[in-house]
């Protein structure tokens, strides 16, 4: 019954993230998605917060937790220049409660 219950909380923990582990690549050919990160909130498609923790990333909410190899990450991402290269426009914020999508057209991207 420990292994079963074991087991079942195992898998629940695994697939509980939802596209929320980040990897940054080095060149947009090995990108799933084009980041621009905006100066301004208001500016953004989604804000950002970066949690310290993998057991603290949500279900598309916009709290990333950035892995350390892309073979970990749910979605890698590449920083492009200008907006207008990006398919997701972000501003990091300095709290958990701020991050959010402000433009659920491009939350699809995630999933």
């Avoid at 905006?38 to 057991?55: C, G, M, N, P, T």
């Avoid at 890698?76 to 709290?95: C, G, L, N, P, T």
């Avoid at 409660?97 to 057209?105: E, F, L, T």
């Amino acid at each position: 019954m420990k292994r079963l219950l074991s087991v079942y909380f195992l898998l629940t923990f695994c697939f509980n993230s939802h596209a929320q582990r980040i990897f940054p690549v080095e060149y947009a050919s090995q990108a799933d998605i084009n980041i621009f990160v905006a100066d301004y909130e208001s500016q953004a498609d989604l804000l950002v917060y970066r949690v310290k923790y993998q057991s603290q990333v949500g279900k598309n909410d916009g709290s990333w937790f950035f892995v350390e190899y892309a073979s970990n990450a749910d979605k890698k991402i590449y920083y492009v220049e200008y907006k207008s290269q990006a398919d997701v426009v972000i501003y990091f914020v300095d709290y958990l409660s701020k991050a959010k999508w402000r433009k659920n057209q491009k939350k699809h991207l995630f999933y």
